[in-house]
């Protein structure tokens, strides 16, 4: 119940009841918060209540707020109730989320809203449509209207901006490597799919590198290179470079032959005229 009531109606007193019972008394669990919040990353958070509500020091940001959402949607029961429009307690009585893009935003999955004098009407959600997710953070707004409308505003401009893209591909052919004694080139080919999520507007750019030459024997599967996939400066998959299939070394008489065939086709271009 008090799980529900932090989560669904946002009730401040069972966030407080929760903290008492986890940790004993509520300075015991802000001590527990802010541990957390270390772990998580979260540079620019510090707590001084479990509930939200106004307190001197008690701060956050937008990218903070982000991160422990992803990190809370992990957990079952939160992400069970933080997607919840609606929720029946113990007793029978029906409770409503405070979070209106519950059930009305498609791909909507879960968010935590709030609501303060001094920090306004603020709220972080997340979406995922078509293996696209995208968290968002509002913070600030004037009314709980104006709210709404800039997170899902924000969520559509995220959802659209990407795409899943197959940025390493093992049905490739990434390079084509010379074995020498007549044979034809080695490829190399990727051993797995990696798939990234792209901007839609922004190409990506990769670079291969591979030997020119390769001594045999080789075995399918040997590594001979790698790729690395770049969006701007930033790395987003890295991959090394197999051959596509065993090579053997030729034996004594097939290289003599191809030696004296090689041969001959010189002789033969210096007397043609």
């Known amino acids: 119940d008090l799980v529900i009531g932090a989560l669904v109606p946002s009730a401040n007193d069972a966030a407080t009841a929760l903290a008492i019972a986890a940790a004993g008394t509520v300075p015991r669990f802000v001590k527990l918060m802010n541990r957390k919040a270390a772990e998580l990353g979260l540079r620019h958070t510090t707590y001084r209540n479990p509930h939200g509500l106004d307190q001197t020091g008690h701060v956050s940001t937008a ?11 992990r957990e079952p029961a939160i992400r069970r109730y933080a997607s919840a429009a ?3 307690l113990s007793d029978g009585r029906l409770v409503e989320s405070t979070d209106n893009l519950v059930g ?8 935590k809203t709030g609501h303060t004098s001094l920090a306004g009407w603020s709220q972080v959600g997340f979406a995922k449509v078509g293996g696209v997710g995208v968290t968002v953070t509002v ?4 009314t709980e209207a104006q709210r709404d409308r800039d997170l899902s505003s924000l969520l559509r401009f995220g959802l659209t901006s990407y795409r899943p893209s197959r940025v ?3 049905s490739r052919t990434y390079a084509s490597v010379e074995v020498g004694w007549g044979k034809p080139p080695l490829r190399l080919v990727a051993p797995r799919s990696i798939v990234r999520l792209a901007h839609v507007g922004r190409p990506l750019s990769e670079r291969v590198v591979a030997p020119a030459v390769v001594r ?3 075995r399918a599967g040997q590594p001979l290179g790698t790729v690395v996939v770049r ?11 197999v051959a596509a299939e065993t090579r053997r070394e030729p034996t004594r008489l097939q290289k003599a032959t191809w030696l004296a065939r090689r041969t001959g086709d010189h002789l033969v271009g210096l007397v043609t005229p």
Request: zero cysteines.
């Open 63 to 73: 990218r903070d707020s982000a991160i422990l959402l992803r990190a809370a949607l």
């Open 86 to 88: 609606t929720a029946r």
């Open 104 to 111: 009305t935003f498609r791909g909507f999955v879960g968010g």
């Open 139 to 142: 913070l600030g707004s004037r």
């Open 168 to 170: 390493v591909d093992p």
């Open 216 to 218: 045999l024997p080789v």
């Open 231 to 241: 969006d701007g400066a930033r790395i987003v998959a890295r991959s090394v470079l």
